[in-house]
């Protein structure tokens, strides 16, 4: 089938931590994507993708933090509309693709919804420039074989994500070693079929960037009955949401679990090494499952010029990876959590004993410090005991 004459839009979904960014850059460092323009999404009020992903040549678009899939259509339309006019401007490098790399909650309902060619008689100049210029060319998820099959069960737009994609990659394969686990990989193409019948499925070790991300056109027919229901649904939300609730973002459906919380910790001054992995130990002690992503760039006073980057998703807390130099002129700690029924004072108060050392409300009554850590993070355990009896 012929492709239209339009620049290639491609979706990158997969649940929190399933390796997007990890995998944007391998296909970055190709030199046939030179070309390429990114737009990241993250779900949280501070940005940390961004600092991630590799820069050189490639024009990087954040939306603005918070949810593409929550802000209704209008943004990722908006972000397009936006590169189109600063590359035709010479005021950003020409691109011939554009890659979304999705939030790891993102429903993609909204995002294929917003792609799909809309009604010429009721656009405006931008959705019209919108739909000229780009096109829907191919939706790839990851699948993280270690977490992946808890995340489907416990989220729904984990498994969207899979029935909408027409390529799975799956990730993490090198982490299973044992011979119990190599056979349940090789189960697994069969297991996810269940929510996706067709997309090519394949190993992120024998990924090629240049397959998964060639434009083809993106076929919802192929993905399913349900796929086409869950877009029949989006349509009918948005035009409601543009119709009738225009001016008020308050009225837009909420997409997410109501317990799905993300919040930061922004530190000014480096830290200590063993303080920091005593943080963010105890708080994976506590938590558990209901710390769902914990990332961030960190100082640390060994060396305050080469900051690390801290990942966990769920209960697998990686290495902190060292840079050479801060990526940007901000040489402050980031820290941005993602969490399921926990709320930040919690954490913030935890951080504070043991980074800081500032008396929390608790530390003034408890000494020494260790028994001021205890409770905390027993406080963050009887919380989260109590949010799930009342729930229950
Ligand atoms: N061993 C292994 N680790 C991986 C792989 N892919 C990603 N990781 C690690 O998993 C962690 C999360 O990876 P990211 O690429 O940041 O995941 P993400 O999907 O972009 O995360 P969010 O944007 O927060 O949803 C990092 O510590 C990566 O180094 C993989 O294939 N194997």
Redesign the pocket.
């Known amino acids: 089938m012929a492709l239209p004459e339009r620049i290639p839009v491609f979706f990158l979904s997969?649940?929190?931590?399933?390796?997007?960014?990890?995998?944007?850059?391998q296909v970055l460092a190709d030199p046939s994507f030179e070309d390429t323009a990114v737009i990241i999404n993250?779900?949280g009020d501070v940005a940390?993708?961004h600092l991630?992903v590799r820069q050189g040549e490639t024009t990087i678009s954040q939306t603005s933090t918070g949810c593409l899939c929550c802000s209704g259509t209008t943004d990722i339309r908006a972000t397009l509309f936006d590169l189109h006019c600063a590359a035709s401007a010479g005021l950003a490098p020409a691109f011939s693709r554009v890659i979304v790399?999705m939030?790891?909650?993102g429903d993609p309902a909204p995002l294929v919804n917003a792609l799909m060619a809309k009604d010429n008689d009721t656009q405006t100049m931008r959705d019209r420039t919108v739909d000229s210029e780009f096109y829907l060319a191919g939706f790839v998820t990851?699948y993280?074989i270690i977490l992946g099959e808890l995340s489907i069960e416990r989220h729904f737009e984990a498994m969207k994500q899979i029935a909408f994609a027409d390529r799975i990659v799956l990730?993490?394969?090198?982490?299973a070693k044992d011979p119990a686990t190599l056979s349940d990989i090789a189960a697994l193409p069969q297991d996810l079929r269940v929510f996706n019948a067709t997309a090519a499925i394949v190993d992120?070790?024998e990924a090629d960037p240049a397959s998964l991300f060639a434009p083809r056109p993106y076929s919802v027919i192929e993905r399913g009955e349900e796929v086409s229901g869950w877009l029949a649904l989006e349509a009918v939300l948005a035009a409601e949401t543009r119709h009738v609730h225009a001016s008020n973002e308050r009225q837009r459906p909420a997409r997410h679990g109501s317990g799905i919380r993300s919040f930061s910790i922004i530190h000014d001054t480096p830290m200590d090494e063993a303080r920091l992995s005593r943080f963010l130990s105890l708080l994976q002690q506590s938590a558990g499952q209901h710390l769902l992503?914990v990332?961030g760039i960190v100082g640390l006073e060994d060396e305050p010029e080469c900051p690390r980057?801290i990942?966990?998703?769920q209960h697998?807390m990686?290495d902190p990876?060292r840079l050479e130099a801060w990526p940007d002129g901000d040489r402050r700690t980031r820290m941005?959590f993602?969490t399921s029924g926990i709320d930040p004072e919690p954490v913030r108060d935890l951080f504070s004993a043991v980074i800081a050392g500032t008396p929390s409300p608790f530390g003034r009554l408890l000494s020494p410090i260790s028994a001021t850590l205890a409770a905390l993070s027993s406080r963050l355990s009887s919380y989260l005991t109590t949010l799930s009896r009342r729930s229950s």
Do not use: P
């Open positions: 997969g649940f929190l931590g399933s390796g997007k960014s990890t995998l944007l850059n993250e779900f940390i993708d991630l790399e939030s790891g909650l990851l993280d990730t993490k394969t090198d982490l992120r070790a992503r990332k980057i990942h966990g998703v697998c990686s990876v941005v993602i």
